[in-house]
């Protein structure tokens, strides 16, 4: 049975172009996708605003027509897993209608799904049972993106995307919101969201596929590509008396990068951050170190400039 | 790894599964339940009351029931019947517009794009619009229609009444039409208000608020609202007006296609930019 599983998403050389072929406004938005997402994934599409990511969800939503490729959502075009219920989204754009009451918003999405009887359950599940009775319009940022999580619930869908979807939302919410989604992706639910804040790819996601100009930079396990950036940054305070020469020493050292020094604080990058404790404690007299593993920060930074 | 078989297959039970037809995939996708929270969210917008209810009524009263050239004959009824036609083709012509041009730009927006991921789609949010749309434009008629009956507005028959009723429901969809191409044309908040107010320039032109004579009357042949007044008025006055000369019934049809044509020639344009767009 599991080798016949279709995988959750599946996308070929995905492309979308706009503006007339031959004119000179031609932007390729999207210039050959590969991904292939099995189900039960949690996937960050992380990269910076205009790298594509909302035109490619687009277009793995059936909202919008590739102009070269294929998508594949369990093994269907995606208009029919939508009509199947087993895709659904929460969008980034507006989505709601202000005059409408949250209640009356679920219902209405509910109605359109078949899926009436569902609610309740997905009312409590995004905790709007509250808030019912209020106009979309007096919802906070964060609320307005609970009410669209609740849409995106409503078919109880296999394959989940989320554009930016705790945009708005304060810590607290943002952690309740992923712990939920976590327990979701363990019962085999896919969960795919867009991002452009590294932290969140960082903490939710197992896997990140980094998008920039349009095409996939790289794609791996989270911690595999934190990990593959070499190393860990270490700062730490040092003692006046000889920190000149220690700055010499620790710039002179194969193996450390990016030494630099703000007021009494050293910071620096080492690939094996072990030895390099051992150096500043134990030789150099260095107090309050502190070690980090590096961030998708640094690998953004690097794999997304041109 | 290896536990991600197991939970899918549990989730999805029999893949690979080929797209399951829901009820929604077929047929028009229209749902009661979302009917009825459109019709209710209408009616908390005053600017739809007003337009649609109050001000059809409140321009009968003015211009039909009180002046006394009303109860005055006018072929099988009287003049305040006549008024009482054109108030209420009026309200529908508005309702209808007013209503499917904000639905195309609503469908334009976010919420469309959130329709659109629901097995009814975009087709079942046509049908509830214009359903509600519909809706608004019958209560329309009735709350003229009850008006004037309560205020001297008189015909010959009760077939009469109902004729038209229904000439002034049926034609009016038309309008549904023109404000889905002006919608899609110009998908913002304001579009709703331009082709309410494009209507009441075309109704004072149309002959429709009052008799129009001379030149005047001559253009106003020509304006949409024209044609489908003056059959509303038919079951009535059968063509005549009140210069005393005869529209031709063909002339009128002709009238009504014409700018049926022209109203389905806007929502293709519109479609396309529409598309354009995205």
Known sequence: MSTQLAPAVELNGLSKRFGAQNSSRVVNAVNGIDLTVQAGEIVAFLGPNGAGKTTALDMLLGLSEPTGGTVRVLGQTPSSAVAAGRLAAVLQTGGLLHDMRVGETVRAVAAMHRVTSRVQEVMERADLTGIARRSVGKCSGGEQQRIKFALALLPDPDVLVLDEPTAGMDVGARRRFWDAMRMDADQGRTVIFATHYLEEAEQFARRTVLVAHGKVVADAPTEQLRASLGGRTLSCSLPEQGREAAMELLGATSGIADVSLDGHRVTLRAADSDAVARLLLNELGATDLEIVAATLEAAFTNLTED | MSTHTNAAAAAAPGQPTPAQPTPGQRGLGFSATFFWIEAARMARNGYTLAFTIVMPVVMYVIFGATPEYGSMDAGNGNVSFSVMVSMAAYGVATSMTSLTSLAATEAQQGWGRQLALTPAGLRGYAAVKVAVAL??????????FLTGALTGAAMDTAGGWLATAGIILGIGLIYGLFGLGVGLIFPSDAASGLASMTLTLFA????????????????????PLYGYVALARWPLSEGYLSDGSQDPLWALILNVVAWTAVFVGLVFLGLRRSRARH
């Open chain 2, 135 to 144: 809706f608004y434009s019958a209560i329309s008629v009735v709350a003229v």
């Open chain 2, 204 to 223: 004072f032109f149309g002959n429709v608020f009052m008799p129009l004579s001379g030149v005047m009357l001559d253009i106003a042949h020509y304006t």
